[in-house]
């Protein structure tokens, strides 16, 4: 494969994690012990930001800055949920890709990647196909992204060992918290956690049980199992008479028997067009309170469980930067197409090392928490998801602190001079 000389394009897209910078991090360092690759730009809140020419000189940013990336939350290039769609909207879509196409020619850009989940990895997907059958040379490849833990092929997401990882100590606060104000009237506390559609953050919330079969939380709904109202009410009961309290974590995405989701509220959706979820766990409350008169409260951990750079897993840092050099290295060998992935060697002791999928085994599909991983009756993950998830959140990333608060850094953002006529 002859050597392709030309500049670099990374870009972030959905929504953050508390380790996706590590994964541009290591696509900049790696990229810069390359002669090959001249300039590293950034692409400002994703491929809508391409879209828009607005591009950063990485090469301004200082070195320590990149350095600290590995221990910075949120998206440090910006992010977008904006879904370049053939199926639905071709000709905006065409019109899109032509555009991004323009501005890749412009700036000599002959190496991109897209650090994110489902959608982004579609995105890269087309770009890849865009760009063989329009024969311009670039290399394109996906940078796995999401605590929702749904991409298939790679063992676990970066991303999603941190969200664990934190879901499940505050689960173990809270409960001492429940726990210690439990009176013969009983209460129950329900805690809900990120997934539209697959319970992985929820399920690995068994780990605060700690090994100890009455350490909360004491139910887990996953989304991929259809609740039952009955069952789940006589679950609490049987909890509080034999605890006083009863702690209930629940996926956003929960989804009663008609397959319908309990939290959704269908008058609003989002740019995807998913009917927003407004609360699966105030759902419960209603039910809880309404049929058996239990005091119960509502905990939503919303954005913290996925910007809790102060609670991430150290192994889930290193693995986000090395997806982003293993990504990096593959195209240097001429690879594109293809996404970073992680693969397990062995859990105790934990060993793992990166590989490659193509791009299209992985773009807009789903991977399910398997049946068998959870008990018979749907409501506590089994020591398979233990064994699966226990090594994700092992390790601490050491934040500096200044004056008793976190110091992330910022990136400078050093504009590239724009070459293009405005977007239309």
Same mark, same amino acid.
């Given at each position: 494969?002859?050597?392709?000389? &030309?500049?670099? =394009?990374?870009?972030?897209?959905?929504?953050?994690?508390?380790?996706?910078?590590?994964?541009?991090?290591?696509?900049?360092?790696?990229?810069?012990?390359?002669?090959?690759?001249?300039?590293?730009?950034?692409?400002?809140?994703?491929?809508?930001?391409?879209?828009?020419?607005?591009?950063?000189?990485?090469?301004?940013?200082?070195?320590?800055?990149?350095?600290? =990336?590995?221990?910075?939350?949120?998206?440090?290039?910006?992010? @977008? $949920?904006?879904?370049?769609?053939?199926?639905?909207?071709?000709?905006?879509?065409?019109?899109?890709?032509?555009?991004? +196409?323009?501005? +890749?020619?412009?700036?000599?850009?002959?190496?991109?990647?897209?650090?994110?989940?489902?959608?982004?990895?579609?995105?890269?997907?087309?770009?890849?196909?865009?760009?063989?059958?329009?024969?311009?040379?670039?290399?394109?490849?996906?940078?796995?992204?999401?605590?929702?833990?749904? =991409?298939p092929?790679?063992?676990?997401?970066?991303?999603?060992?941190?969200?664990?990882?934190? @879901?499940?100590?505050?689960?173990?606060?809270?409960g001492?918290?429940?726990?210690?104000?439990?009176?013969?009237?009983?209460?129950? @506390?329900?805690?809900?956690?990120?997934?539209?559609?697959?319970?992985?953050?929820?399920?690995?919330?068994?780990?605060?049980?700690?090994g100890?079969?009455?350490?909360?939380?004491?139910?887990?709904?996953?989304?991929e199992?259809?609740?039952?109202?009955?069952?789940?009410?006589?679950?609490?009961?049987?909890?509080?008479?034999?605890?006083?309290?009863?702690?209930?974590?629940?996926?956003?995405g929960?989804?009663?028997?008609?397959?319908?989701?309990?939290?959704?509220?269908?008058? $609003?959706?989002?740019?995807?067009?998913?009917?927003?979820?407004?609360?699966?766990?105030?759902?419960?409350?209603?039910?809880?309170?309404? $049929?058996?008169?239990?005091?119960?409260?509502?905990?939503?951990?919303g954005?913290?469980? $996925?910007?809790?750079?102060?609670c991430?897993?150290?192994?889930?840092?290193?693995?986000?930067?090395?997806?982003?050099?293993?990504?990096?290295?593959?195209?240097?060998?001429?690879k594109?197409?293809?996404?970073?992935?992680?693969?397990?060697?062995?859990?105790?002791?934990?060993?793992?090392?990166?590989?490659?999928?193509? =791009?299209?085994?992985?773009?807009?599909?789903?991977?399910?928490?398997?049946?068998?991983?959870?008990?018979?009756? &749907? +409501?506590?993950?089994?020591?398979?998801?233990?064994?699966?998830?226990?090594?994700?959140?092992?390790?601490?990333?050491?934040?500096?602190?200044?004056?008793?608060?976190?110091?992330?850094?910022?990136?400078?953002?050093?504009?590239v001079?724009?070459?293009?006529?405005?977007?239309?």
């Open positions: 494969m002859p050597e392709l000389v &030309g500049n670099l =394009l990374v870009a972030q897209s959905g929504g953050p994690t508390a380790v996706i910078n590590a994964s541009v991090a290591g696509v900049i360092q790696e990229a810069g012990k390359n002669e090959c690759i001249e300039e590293i730009y950034g692409g400002l809140n994703g491929i809508l930001g391409i879209l828009n020419e607005d591009l950063i000189d990485i090469n301004e940013e200082k070195a320590r800055t990149i350095a600290g =990336l590995k221990y910075t939350p949120a998206a440090a290039l910006g992010t @977008c $949920r904006y879904k370049i769609d053939f199926k639905k909207k071709p000709e905006k879509a065409a019109w899109d890709m032509n555009r991004l +196409f323009e501005v +890749f020619q412009a700036h000599n850009i002959r190496y991109f990647f897209y650090a994110g989940g489902n959608d982004s990895q579609d995105t890269a997907n087309k770009i890849h196909e865009e760009a063989v059958k329009r024969g311009y040379e670039m290399r394109v490849n996906g940078v796995p992204k999401t605590i929702d833990n749904d =991409l092929h790679t063992d676990h997401c970066p991303g999603y060992g941190s969200a664990v990882k934190y @879901c499940s100590v505050t689960t173990v606060e809270v001492l918290d429940v726990a210690c104000m439990a009176t013969d009237d009983g209460s129950c @506390c329900i805690i809900e956690v990120m997934g539209r559609s697959a319970g992985w953050i929820a399920g690995g919330t068994v780990l605060a049980k700690q100890h079969a009455d350490n909360p939380p004491h139910i887990i709904l996953l989304p199992i259809p609740f039952d109202e009955e069952a789940f009410l006589g679950k609490v009961q049987e909890t509080v008479a034999r605890l006083k309290y009863c702690i209930v974590i629940v996926g956003e929960l989804k009663n028997k008609a397959g319908e989701e309990i939290g959704a509220d269908k008058s $609003r959706v989002d740019s995807f067009g998913h009917p927003l979820l407004s609360g699966a766990a105030e759902k419960l409350a209603e039910i809880i309170q309404g $049929r058996i008169s239990l005091k119960t409260r509502t905990v939503k951990l954005y913290a469980q $996925r910007a809790a750079e102060h991430a897993s150290a192994t889930d840092s290193d693995e986000a930067f090395a997806c982003g050099v293993a990504a990096v290295k593959a195209a240097v060998e001429g594109s197409g293809v996404m970073a992935k992680i693969v397990r060697l062995s859990s105790a002791p934990y060993k793992w090392t990166t590989d490659l999928q193509p =791009l299209a085994d992985v773009a807009n599909v789903e991977h399910f928490v398997p049946r068998d991983w959870v008990s018979e009756d &749907g +409501f506590m993950p089994n020591e398979k998801f233990v064994e699966y998830a226990r090594p994700l959140i092992e390790g601490e990333v050491k934040v500096p602190m200044e004056g008793g608060l976190p110091k992330y850094v910022v990136l400078e953002k050093v504009r001079e724009k070459k293009l006529p405005p977007r239309a």
